[in-house]
């Protein structure tokens, strides 16, 4: 399944076109089924119907861990790089994650987890989150993991949504010199879930912790338990290919995030197949990824991806900057990384801290980067080449989205020619097309339009959990037949594709979807504002960065005060990862006489740009402009 030339990239396309069930039927033979599928694929994007090797059973984790452990089971699958760089990292062996895996799958079975059950995890990255996401799996039961930087009222939001009745955390988090009350963030948030049965509760920072009787237990005493019953394995539970196999919330742009439903058989293909190839992993290469698993980059890049593969991945639990900004180089140093895949938010900030952290740095044992989640502009592209591939490493660009499970356009290392700032060519089985405003399709080369994708692939999103209205309206309404991404692009003379960044109402900062919609509530939920208006702005580290309108005439206090209230409230409502990086307060916001706020024009001066704002004529009241204007931060 592995392509290894330009001439096998080009076949490779040219099948997955022509014959795309042929080509996933070919793919989908290097994976582990109990039984194989009836059909292929059966799909129309009007309803959205997708389904993918439907018939066939499998459970996915006998893909990532019950067929390597004869032929690695004691090579490493998860290296774990502890917050603290003075404290014992761990190795975790393909038997060893086995063990575990089988362990805590007991665990949850013990406290009543069965197959189709959805279950929420919160914790840090500790290898314990790599293992409560796979133990799900194992039993058929659905995971939804919440990042740790999202607030109780969030997990809450997610936790009702998906009827979680079994919630993983640990008593607390650390992150560089922060530390993070992960169990009374749940504590708070499950005041509002009765659906919530047990909690499980790793200790890892022995932080103290309320526990209640009969809904609380500490993850030890129950691995204690299971060993007392004297079960090592967990049988696999058979799934079928198109048995949910998790949930994971994203935000878009209008109301709440929505729950993305991934199913077992697709996914697995999917993010197996792109990790090998994107990666051209090799057998003993050590992996490293500095996402988040609370993210699709995990989930996918982390976990399912390279464990299908048997590749060693490593999972840090840390900041890039603490205990200074040389940690992912002390990382790639110490476990002699090989392949490097970060965010250029990342890239960016350590770039500002020049060459200084990567003294007496030995980056040697790298052979391949990778970038996601935002453009990678082309300065911080040639740092990344220069200072950390000694221009000897390809950059493989990859983008991609939460929906789209894997891989979407993407360099393949050493076969795709690159080019800085391109994501350069679509992998096999994605077919993309760019169109105008009324989904007319922009034909040949050196073009600019709205990115669709116009054939399923097996990696794709199924479903919005509970609503799949909102998965049509989302995702298939707004062209007729296109799966649309609502991301902004550009297609040069050469056929390469760069990703220009969203067109809807959706904030990427640093790599993170921030609904503004969302942000708006937030602030509105604040007593004395009246209203809001979020955008955008360039931002030098983030990408972008949130710049908040706010109408707030009665404010206690003075206007920094005033400031901090509405960041707290933010805080309180969404995450810290949402909180504005500008407030700037305002007596109205440009409106329509329908009432519709003029973003455009807001936008424009929150870039700075106030030369030329365009027509305003139509607002009902144009003087605002001009105070929003004097007022500009
Ligand atoms: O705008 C695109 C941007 O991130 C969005 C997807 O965000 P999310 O679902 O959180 O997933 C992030 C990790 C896959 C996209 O719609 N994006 C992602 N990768 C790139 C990118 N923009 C430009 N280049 C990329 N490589």
Same mark, same amino acid.
């Given at each position: 399944?592995?392509?290894?030339?330009?001439?096998?990239?080009?076949?490779?396309?040219?099948?997955?076109?022509?014959?795309?069930?042929?080509?996933?039927?070919?793919?989908?033979?290097?994976?582990?089924?109990?039984?194989?599928?009836?059909?292929?694929?059966?799909?129309?994007?009007?309803?959205?119907?997708?389904?993918?090797?439907?018939?066939?059973?499998?459970? &996915?984790?006998?893909? *990532? =861990?019950?067929?390597?452990?004869?032929?690695?089971?004691?090579?490493?699958?998860?290296?774990?790089?502890? !917050?603290?760089?003075?404290?014992?990292?761990?190795?975790?062996?393909?038997?060893?994650?086995? %063990?575990?895996?089988?362990?805590?799958?007991?665990?949850?079975?013990?406290?009543?987890?069965?197959?189709?059950?959805?279950?929420? &995890?919160?914790?840090?990255?500790?290898?314990?989150?790599?293992?409560?996401?796979?133990?799900?799996?194992? =039993?058929?039961? $659905?995971?939804?993991?919440?990042?740790?930087?999202?607030?109780?009222?969030?997990?809450?939001?997610?936790?009702?949504?998906?009827?979680? !009745?079994?919630?993983?955390?640990?008593?607390?988090?650390?992150?560089?010199?922060?530390? $993070?009350?992960?169990?009374? +963030?749940?504590?708070?948030?499950?005041?509002?879930?009765?659906?919530?049965?047990?909690?499980?509760?790793?200790?890892?920072?022995?932080?103290?912790?309320?526990?209640?009787?009969?809904?609380?237990?500490?993850?030890?005493?129950?691995?204690?338990?299971?060993?007392?019953?004297?079960?090592?394995?967990?049988?696999?539970?058979?799934?079928?290919?198109?048995?949910?196999?998790?949930?994971?919330?994203?935000?878009?742009?209008?109301?709440?995030?929505?729950?993305?439903?991934?199913?077992?058989?697709?996914?697995? +293909?999917?993010?197996?197949?792109?990790?090998?190839?994107?990666?051209?992993?090799?057998?003993?290469?050590?992996?490293? *990824?500095?996402?988040?698993?609370?993210?699709?980059?995990?989930?996918?890049?982390?976990?399912?991806?390279?464990?299908?593969?048997?590749?060693?991945?490593?999972?840090?639990?840390?900041?890039?900057?603490?205990?200074?900004?040389?940690?992912?180089?002390?990382?790639?140093?110490?476990?002699?990384?090989? $392949?490097?895949?970060?965010?250029?938010?990342?890239?960016?900030?350590?770039?500002?801290?020049?060459?200084?952290?990567?003294?007496?740095?030995?980056?040697?044992?790298?052979?391949?980067?990778?970038?996601?989640?935002?453009?990678?502009?082309?300065?911080?592209?040639?740092?990344?080449?220069?200072?950390?591939?000694?221009?000897?490493?390809?950059?493989?660009?990859?983008?991609?989205?939460?929906?789209?499970?894997?891989?979407?356009?993407?360099?393949?290392?050493?076969?795709?020619?690159?080019?800085?700032?391109?994501?350069?060519?679509?992998?096999?089985?994605?077919?993309? $097309?760019?169109?105008?405003?009324?989904?007319?399709?922009?034909?040949?080369?050196?073009?600019?339009?709205?990115? *669709?994708?116009?054939?399923?692939?097996?990696?794709?999103?199924?479903?919005?959990?509970?609503?799949?209205?909102?998965?049509?309206?989302?995702?298939?309404?707004?062209?007729?037949?296109?799966?649309?991404?609502?991301?902004?692009?550009?297609?040069?003379?050469?056929?390469?594709?760069?990703?220009?960044?969203?067109?809807?109402?959706?904030?990427?900062?640093?790599?993170?979807?921030?609904?503004?919609?969302?942000?708006?509530?937030?602030?509105?939920?604040?007593?004395?504002?009246?209203?809001?208006?979020?955008?955008?702005?360039?931002?030098?580290?983030?990408?972008?960065?949130?710049?908040?309108?706010?109408?707030?005439?009665?404010?206690?206090?003075?206007?920094?005060?005033?400031?901090?209230?509405?960041?707290?409230?933010?805080?309180?409502?969404?995450?810290?990862?949402?909180?504005?990086?500008?407030?700037?307060?305002?007596?109205?916001?440009?409106?329509?006489?329908?009432?519709?706020?003029?973003?455009? &024009? =807001?936008?424009?001066?929150?870039?700075? %740009?106030?030369?030329?704002?365009?027509?305003?004529?139509?607002?009902? %009241?144009?003087?605002?402009?001009?105070? &929003?204007?004097?007022?500009?931060?």
């Amino acid at each position: 399944m592995k392509i290894t030339s330009f001439p096998e990239y080009e076949q490779a396309y040219k099948k997955s076109v022509e014959q795309p069930e042929q080509f996933w039927k070919e793919i989908a033979d290097n994976f582990l089924w109990r039984k194989k599928w009836d059909k292929i694929l059966n799909w129309n994007f009007t309803e959205p119907k997708i389904e993918w090797f439907k018939g066939a059973k499998l459970n &996915i984790t006998e893909n *990532c =861990l019950d067929r390597h452990l004869e032929t690695m089971g004691d090579k490493p699958a998860i290296i774990w790089e502890p !917050n603290d760089p003075t404290e014992d990292h761990r190795v975790l062996t393909y038997k060893q994650l086995y %063990d575990k895996v089988c362990q805590f799958a007991n665990v949850l079975k013990n406290n009543g987890a069965k197959k189709g059950d959805r279950i929420c &995890i919160y914790m840090p990255m500790v290898p314990e989150l790599a293992i409560a996401v796979l133990a799900c799996a194992r =039993l058929g039961a $659905i995971h939804s993991v919440v990042f740790g930087g999202f607030s109780a009222q969030s997990i809450a939001d997610r936790i009702l949504d998906a009827e979680c !009745n079994i919630v993983i955390t640990t008593d607390g988090g650390v992150r560089g010199d922060k530390k $993070i009350p992960m169990k009374t +963030v749940i504590d708070d948030a499950l005041v509002r879930c009765p659906s919530v049965k047990k909690v499980i509760v790793l200790t890892h920072t022995r932080t103290p912790v309320s526990m209640i009787k009969g809904r609380d237990v500490w993850w030890e005493d129950e691995i204690k338990k299971v060993e007392t019953q004297g079960n090592k394995e967990f049988i696999a539970e058979e799934m079928d290919a198109e048995d949910m196999l998790f949930i994971l919330y994203t935000s878009g742009s209008t109301g709440k995030p929505k729950g993305v439903v991934h199913t077992c058989g697709g996914y697995m +293909v999917y993010a197996g197949y792109t990790f090998t190839n994107a990666f051209q992993y090799e057998p003993g290469e050590v992996y490293f *990824c500095t996402a988040d698993i609370g993210w699709i980059t995990g989930h996918s890049y982390i976990v399912y991806g390279p464990l299908s593969q048997g590749a060693t991945t490593v999972m840090f639990e840390g900041v890039p900057t603490w205990p200074d900004a040389g940690r992912f180089w002390d990382i790639v140093d110490k476990y002699k990384v090989n $392949i490097f895949y970060t965010a250029p938010t990342a890239i960016r900030s350590l770039m500002s801290f020049g060459d200084e952290p990567l003294k007496g740095k030995d980056l040697s044992s790298l052979t391949k980067l990778g970038s996601v989640g935002e453009p990678l502009n082309e300065e911080a592209w040639h740092w990344f080449d220069e200072r950390i591939g000694k221009k000897k490493c390809p950059i493989v660009d990859t983008w991609w989205q939460t929906e789209t499970g894997g891989f979407m356009i993407s360099p393949i290392a050493n076969v795709t020619p690159l080019k800085p700032g391109y994501a350069t060519l679509p992998l096999p089985g994605v077919q993309p $097309i760019l169109v105008d405003e009324k989904g007319e399709e922009i034909l040949g080369n050196g073009v600019s339009g709205n990115l *669709c994708i116009k054939f399923p692939w097996p990696g794709m999103l199924r479903t919005t959990y509970g609503d799949h209205e909102r998965c049509r309206t989302t995702y298939f309404a707004t062209y007729k037949d296109l799966y649309f991404t609502g991301d902004g692009c550009l297609r040069d003379e050469d056929g390469y594709y760069r990703i220009t960044g969203r067109v809807d109402d959706v904030l990427n900062v640093s790599g993170h979807r921030i609904g503004t919609a969302e942000v708006e509530n937030a602030i509105n939920m604040h007593s004395s504002v009246v209203e809001s208006a979020v955008v955008g702005y360039p931002h030098d580290i983030k990408g972008q960065g949130v710049y908040a309108f706010v109408v707030c005439p009665n404010q206690h206090g003075d206007q920094e005060l005033a400031r901090k209230d509405i960041m707290m409230t933010v805080s309180r409502i969404i995450g810290a990862i949402a909180k504005p990086d500008k407030i700037q307060f305002v007596t109205g916001l440009p409106k329509t006489r329908s009432g519709k706020i003029m973003r455009r &024009i =807001l936008r424009k001066i929150a870039e700075g %740009d106030t030369s030329n704002l365009g027509d305003i004529s139509t607002l009902l %009241d144009p003087g605002v402009v001009e105070d &929003i204007k004097a007022g500009a931060l």
